[in-house]
C-alpha cells in the first residue's frame, strides 16, 4: 500500500508559478514510478508528467518548457515546478504512484496504469 498527500497549491495570478509536493508513504516499492495528473470538472482526467525511479522525468508536451517535475527519494517526496502559470492551468492536480520500474513514461503510460492516487491539490490561475 501507498498513501500520498498533495501540497502546494493555491491561488495565484497568470504568470505566476507554484510547487506542488507529494509526500509519499507505505511500500518504497509501490511508488517507483510518479506522476503528476490534473483535471477540470467535467473533463477527462490529464497526464502533466511522470517520473521514473531514476529521475527521468516526461511531459505532456503542452507542459514542457513551464513545468519541472523532480524527485527527492530521501524525502519520498515528488515535486512539481509550475512556473508562467495561465488560467487554463486551473485544476485540481493529483500526485499518482505505480511500482513499475521500467516503462515509466508519459508516453507509455495512462492515468489507468497508476494503483494509487493522492487526494488532491487545487490550483487556481486568476487573469
Known amino acids: 500500500q501507498v498513501q500520498l498527500v498533495e501540497s502546494g497549491g493555491g491561488s495565484v495570478q497568470a504568470g505566476g508559478s507554484l510547487r506542488l509536493s507529494c509526500l509519499a508513504s507505505g511500500s518504497p516499492d509501490g511508488r517507483r514510478c510518479m506522476g503528476w495528473f490534473r483535471q477540470v470538472p467535467g473533463k477527462e482526467r490529464e497526464a502533466v508528467a511522470i517520473?521514473?525511479?531514476?529521475?527521468?522525468?516526461s511531459y505532456t508536451d503542452s507542459m514542457k518548457g513551464r513545468f519541472a517535475i523532480s524527485r527527492d527519494n530521501t524525502k519520498a517526496t515528488v515535486y512539481l515546478q509550475m512556473n508562467s502559470l495561465k488560467p487554463e492551468d486551473t485544476a485540481m492536480y493529483y500526485c499518482a504512484a505505480d511500482s513499475r520500474l521500467f516503462r515509466c513514461n508519459i508516453v507509455l503510460m495512462r492515468d489507468g496504469d497508476f494503483g494509487y492516487w493522492g487526494q488532491g491539490t487545487q490550483v487556481t490561475v486568476s487573469p
Open positions: 517520473i521514473n525511479l531514476a529521475g527521468s522525468p
